[in-house]
């Protein structure tokens, strides 16, 4: 665990002096002043915060907050930041990352670091493109979806990041628009106490290459009808009226109307983010309407580096040698003459 601070910080005291190079309009401005936000909140020292990133857009990151970092190479943030936080575990580790850079090249790097539970988080920013390198579909681009490299349409499906993390045993997930700022800091704060790896994925406008590519779910017009915010242990509603909600109609989440058919709050479904099934989990990562977002899974359990501080406890207690010299001097030994 990180070490608590006496100080109180503000977002100017997480604001390097680097011009912010990304384009206008781009939401990634939003996610860089809620980031900035909520590391105050988190009461660890600024010289205890890591950012490293891989490339693309979203990977300038380290450069605009004002903590140690660094910008690695493509696709292997992962394995840096999983170095890093091995090597300091009172550190407190930021991957930032796109879909581009962890899903393709990346990907490998990605489904482990999941899979293993370092005390680490993740932020991916999903703009459904290759930003950085003009436009090219990535792997998370719709089918029939026109790009640069794909002038008459992508033909290739697209990986959807939730599916992909709790198929590769994520206990933390999360997701939500980029023009949500307040829900987003207060996200972060929590990915920062969770115990494990966190990963929020950022449905991020991109309005170069990309532009309003989740606008149907996030347009301020129709985000509270289109998405459903969760709550652990609450339930399962939306709508502006609040009068929406789900249930479980077999092996099928239904949309209801509360007042309807003789439905009421008591019969709509209570999210339970801390199960250890991730069943409904994954239901709730695959439902279409309404869009699930906030933190969809967050179960603890022994994260990699306390296994494998049981594991080295284990052998020492068993073990012989308490130094090097008593392996060398041990069993058949000869001398060189």
């Not at 939003?30 to 009461?43: F, H, S, T, Y």
């Not at 943030?77 to 930032?96: D, F, T």
């Amino acid at each position: 665990m990180q070490d608590t601070i006496e100080k109180k910080y503000t977002f100017k005291d997480f604001t390097s002096d680097q011009e912010v190079r990304w384009c206008p309009g781009c939401d990634d401005y939003v996610i860089l002043r809620a980031m900035q936000k909520a590391l105050p909140e988190m009461g660890v020292k600024r010289e205890d915060v890591v950012f490293i990133s891989g490339i693309g857009c979203s990977s300038r990151f380290p450069y605009y907050i004002d903590t140690y970092g660094m910008h690695t190479i493509h696709g292997r943030a992962a394995a840096v930041s999983s170095g890093v936080k091995m090597a300091n575990p009172n550190l407190s580790v930021w991957m930032i990352t796109g879909d581009g850079d962890s899903l393709a090249i990346g990907g490998n790097h990605f489904i482990h670091v999941l899979r293993r539970n370092l005390d680490l988080n993740i932020v991916l920013f999903n703009n459904e493109i290759y930003g950085l390198t003009k436009g090219q579909f990535s792997p998370t681009s719709l089918i029939g979806q026109k790009t640069r490299s794909s002038p008459y349409g992508n033909t290739q499906p697209p990986f959807h990041p939730g599916e992909l993390a709790l198929g590769a045993q994520a206990r933390f997930f999360a997701r939500l628009g980029g023009n949500s700022p307040k829900e987003m800091t207060q996200l972060f704060i929590d990915a920062h106490k969770f115990k494990g790896t966190s990963l929020i994925e950022i449905l991020q406008n991109c309005p170069i290459f990309n532009d309003g590519c989740f606008k149907e779910v996030t347009d301020k017009a129709v985000r509270e009808d289109k998405q459903m915010f969760l709550d652990h242990g609450k339930p399962m509603i939306f709508g502006k009226q609040r009068d929406k909600g789900i249930i479980l109609n077999g092996l099928k989440l239904e949309v209801v109307t509360i007042g309807e058919n003789g439905i009421t709050e008591d019969d709509i479904l209570v999210h339970d983010a801390k199960c250890k099934d991730n069943t409904l989990h994954y239901m709730l990562v695959k439902l279409q309407y309404p869009l699930a977002t906030g933190i969809i899974r967050s179960f603890e359990e022994d994260t990699f580096e306390e296994r494998e501080q049981m594991l080295t406890d284990e052998v020492q207690k068993n073990s012989k040698f308490s130094k090097v010299d008593d392996l060398f001097f041990s069993g058949e030994t000869y001398e060189v003459s």
